[in-house]
């Protein structure tokens, strides 16, 4: 049988949330790769071999899942939330070389913007972005640019990886610049480890938000200036006025 | 027992995108409402009556749940995609007086900007904005600042809703405001009912695009300014450099 590769997204964390197709491809694979968390959420079975590895070395990952599929194997690549959005996916096109052609899958999953919405309402109603706040892989001043231009056009926003250990400072400056761009009454949620045991979701004004309230495992929304409450909900109208 | 609201995503089109959690909800409902081809995919049952509505009539729905609800009901209201992404959850909680306090969940749902960068390759697989281009809830002129700020921040971008028979003129206008910021050979990609036996995926440059290339049942992706090819695939890679 010839070997294939499937980047699978695990979605944010409940069972519940992982789509069938992902579940059908778990079940047929010979090898998991990924970030040991999220290989931890694959069921071991005979006849699978489970490759857990730590951050950062998805470039690692890419060329271990390519091998592997070159010998025959079905390698599931996981990632949690989408394998697409700041995930494994990318990664695996970067390794692959312009004259391979392996079999390969890109299985959706859903990615931690919409679960979090989801608790919250609908915040994300209306335009939006998605930026990764982790300056490991590009310039912080290219963050701020992009940050500038975001809330310029008015779009509600979602942050991933927002703040770490090694980096505590980033996120500060980021709700120094959205400050520097917004209303103060500007609606915020930090969603900590969404739909899974540890969910927690904060709802705050801009002027309220704290640097600490956001970690590796939040996901951090901030709606655009029409979003507001109604009850413990959150919610971005469906019309906008001209700027 | 008491009523509830589910606003639940059916995603892109494929059963095998369906999540456990909203294949559930929907085992357990009596009614369910939404746009006819959403309501179509939900099979019949003893014990569950189905509301089909036309398009733009989205209100109407969020208060036929509401009152549905307020009588002991088990609604589930369904949006393709993911309800919260251009789609009914901002309804519902417009609809929402700010003193009724029904049960409500929204489930969420593989999106078609995802599932399409999926069959694609990774397109977003950097930061990203999502733009709906229908401007019956807003004026061209937001459509066209939003654009611009994404361009300028060097976003890749996902549209949905690019094109309908009332309104054919202003996917060109799209096309003209990007050709205007990008450079001609920004990548993009035409995903037309994806996951669906009508699935249909082009891939062009700015400069080969057409607006009769998109429609109704069309999600458009625009890379950033590092997207590339490799083999079939289109990506957009992990790194990026300062603006």
């Known amino acids: 049988?010839?070997?294939w590769?499937?980047?699978?997204?695990?979605?944010?964390?409940?069972?519940?949330?992982?789509?069938?197709?992902?579940?059908?491809?778990?079940?047929?694979?010979?090898?998991?790769?990924?970030?040991?968390?999220?290989?931890?959420?694959?069921a071991?079975?005979?006849?699978?071999?489970?490759?857990?590895?730590?951050?950062?070395?998805?470039?690692?990952?890419?060329?271990?899942?390519?091998r592997l599929a070159a010998e025959g194997r079905r390698v599931i690549v996981v990632s949690s939330g989408d394998p697409g959005v700041f995930a494994m996916a990318s990664a695996l096109f970067e390794a692959l070389g312009p004259d391979a052609d392996p079999e390969i899958r890109i299985l959706p999953g859903?990615?931690?913007?919409?679960?979090?919405a989801a608790r919250a309402g609908a915040p994300l109603g209306h335009d939006f972005c998605a930026i990764n706040l982790s300056d490991n892989l590009k310039p912080f001043a290219?963050?701020?640019?992009?940050?500038?231009?975001?809330?310029?056009?008015?779009f509600a926003m979602a942050f991933y990886n927002?703040?770490?250990?090694?980096?505590?400072?980033?996120?500060?400056?980021?709700?120094?610049?959205?400050?520097?761009?917004?209303?103060?009454?500007?609606?915020?949620?930090?969603?900590?480890?969404?739909?899974?045991p540890d969910e927690r979701l904060t709802v705050v004004t801009l002027n309220e938000a704290?640097?600490?309230?956001?970690?590796?495992?939040?996901?951090?929304?901030?709606?655009?200036?029409?979003?507001?409450?109604?009850?413990?909900?959150v919610y971005t109208p469906r019309s906008a006025e001209a700027v």
């Open 5 to 42: 590769i499937a980047v699978a997204g695990l979605g944010p964390g409940a069972d519940a949330l992982v789509t069938p197709e992902v579940t059908e491809a778990l079940a047929q694979a010979t090898d998991v790769i990924g970030y040991i968390p999220y290989v931890a959420r694959v």
């Open 210 to 233: 704290l640097p600490e309230m956001a970690d590796m495992r939040t996901v951090v929304l901030v709606g655009n200036a029409a979003t507001r409450r109604v009850g413990r909900w």
């Open 142 to 154: 290219l963050i701020e640019h992009r940050l500038r231009h975001a809330a310029r056009g008015d």
């Open 162 to 196: 927002p703040r770490s250990a090694s980096r505590p400072e980033g996120f500060a400056r980021v709700l120094e610049i959205l400050r520097e761009e917004c209303a103060p009454q500007r609606l915020m949620i930090f969603a900590r480890a969404v739909t899974t």
């Open 1 to 3: 049988m010839s070997g």
């Open 44 to 66: 071991a079975r005979e006849g699978l071999t489970l490759h857990p590895s730590d951050n950062r070395v998805e470039m690692d990952r890419a060329r271990l899942a390519l």
């Open 110 to 116: 859903i990615t931690a913007m919409l679960a979090a």
